[in-house]
């Protein structure tokens, strides 16, 4: 058997290079808030195709470049919140990491042809392979360093494509490499020989996905929910009289007293003092509880044994705090300062803005609100795989979402955040409230439609009957083993075939 010929670049460096910087903000316009959903598959092809036949030194150039160009477009809303440098700083990293995982795949599309030269090797296996690495280096992205950032991965466009369905059988890793897959088959097609014959693979493969039914999501039961969303000065920089956030979400609860509801849901960022140690805001939400008849899912900043933690709180008028849970993963340079020693003297001034030090919480991630169990996440947890996942294990029958949004304006923030919601509500099979601040803030069915949303940046309130479900999706039941599963395939696949090159050259 004759060793295949190495594949030839489509493109020289000069044109793969700007074809990267155009392919960011192409695979951004998929997302929220322009959600034009085919674009990102079309993103995601012109990566591909700038790192055919591409050298290590060009293909970490191209990714690079691309993975800026896409981060840089993505997260602008960051910038609103610290600065330019800090977005620039994460823009930059997760660049890097894009330009590893860049440098992989031009090593496949090299090796994998020479060591397996079939034609099904080139169709089939090689798109795989592709498809793995991309999906491990958005999953190792997602974790490191601090907890990572999961933000931005492929399949987070999809919320509102015919892929959707996919959610509740493969989850999110799984979603993005599916995507990949479809998108690298495709490129192989249109690169070989029998155009016709191999288009075969990649239109099957988009015909399953696209057929594929939605799973039964099997409910039990609602939950009687109002969610007040306060439109208050939230953001860490607004100024603001003492006490008026704790007003404003009050003065937007107070129109719906008296109305029978099983629970009433306030935002991250609802109050100015904790309740555990300030007499009136204790008094504030006992009135609330007492108005409605109902326990008050709240929120504070907490203190405890000298540490600050960022938590949500099951209160209930005469008893107080008969929960809670403190936020497990608080924002590495938002919430907290990682190793501030060794950061601060690269930007003092930046880094002394973040004073108060959230702890990491170890409680349950579960409210009992007479029966129901309810799965509590703040915030960025939504993005949180492991987190998301751990709720329903222990036992969620329904999630609240609680965030504040106000830092980020009127950006795609919310609406990036309002679609990775509805992609959990999919993926577990649970109802979703998504409660903010100031917006976008929406009840969402277990199939991923949105039941009820508030508009932004107003004082208002939703109340609505949640379904509940104690049923197990098949990516719930699997978790994160699909992304172990289709990174180890095409992270394994790499190595043996870039030692089998290496020994036929020897």
């Not at 805001?281 to 007492?290: I, K, R």
């Not at 395939?489 to 075939?497: E, S």
Request: some cysteine; aromatic content about 10%; charged content about 15%.
């Amino acid at each position: 058997m004759t060793e295949s010929a190495p594949a030839r670049a489509p493109l020289p460096l000069w044109a793969a290079v700007l074809v990267a910087a155009a392919s960011g903000p192409i695979m951004d316009a998929g997302f929220p808030d322009k959600g034009i959903w085919p674009l990102t598959l079309v993103g995601v092809g012109l990566v591909l195709v700038t790192l055919i036949g591409r050298g290590i030194g060009g293909s970490l150039l191209v990714g690079f470049v691309a993975g800026a160009s896409f981060y840089f477009t993505h997260i602008f809303w960051a910038s609103l919140f610290l600065g330019p440098l800090p977005m620039s700083a994460l823009a930059v990293l997760e660049s890097l990491f894009f330009a590893v995982g860049a440098g992989a795949i031009t090593l496949a599309y090299r090796w994998v042809p020479r060591a397996w030269p079939s034609a099904l090797g080139r169709l089939a296996l090689l798109p795989v392979v592709i498809a793995g690495l991309w999906t491990a280096r958005e999953a190792w992205a997602s974790v490191w360093p601090y907890g990572g950032f999961a933000w931005g991965r492929v399949a987070l466009s999809q919320s509102d494509s015919p892929l959707s369905p996919l959610f509740a059988w493969l989850g999110i890793s799984g979603v993005s490499f599916m995507m990949v897959l479809v998108v690298a088959a495709a490129i192989e097609a249109v690169r070989g020989p029998d155009f016709l014959r191999a288009l075969a693979i990649p239109v099957a493969l988009a015909t399953l996905l696209l057929v594929l039914p939605a799973w039964p999501v099997i409910t039990e039961g609602s939950l009687r929910v109002a969610a007040v969303q306060g439109n208050s000065r939230a953001g860490y920089f607004d100024r603001r009289e003492p006490g008026e956030l704790l007003q404003a979400q009050l003065d937007a609860t107070t129109p719906i007293f008296g109305q029978n509801v099983d629970v009433v849901l306030w935002p991250e960022g609802a109050t100015d003092r904790s309740p555990l140690t300030d007499a009136y805001t204790a008094s504030v939400l006992d009135y609330v509880s007492e108005q409605m008849d109902a326990p008050l899912v709240g929120w504070a900043v907490t203190e405890r044994d000298g540490k600050f933690y960022n938590s949500e709180l099951l209160w209930k008028a005469g008893e107080g705090a008969t929960d809670f849970y403190d936020k497990k993963h608080p924002v590495p340079f938002g919430e907290y300062v990682p190793d501030r020693s060794f950061w601060e003297p690269f930007a003092p001034d930046l880094i002394g803005l973040i004073q108060r030090e959230y702890t990491p919480g170890t409680t349950d991630m579960v409210f009992d609100i007479d029966g129901v169990i309810a799965g509590i996440n703040i915030c960025f947890d939504i993005i949180d795989d492991q987190l998301l996942t751990e709720s329903v294990e222990q036992g969620a029958q329904v999630i609240f979402a609680s965030s504040n949004n106000a830092d980020f304006g009127r950006t795609d923030e919310s609406a990036q955040q309002l679609a990775v919601a509805r992609i959990r509500a999919i993926e577990l099979g649970r109802s979703v409230v998504n409660i903010s601040t100031v917006g976008i803030s929406a009840v969402i069915a277990p199939d991923g439609s949105i039941v009820a949303q508030l508009p932004w940046y107003t004082a208002a309130a939703m109340i609505e009957d949640v379904p509940l479900s104690d049923a197990a999706t098949p990516a719930l039941l699997v978790g994160r083993q699909i992304e172990w599963l289709v990174s180890g395939i095409g992270l394994a696949a790499l190595v043996i075939a870039g030692g089998f090159t290496r020994r036929r050259r020897a």
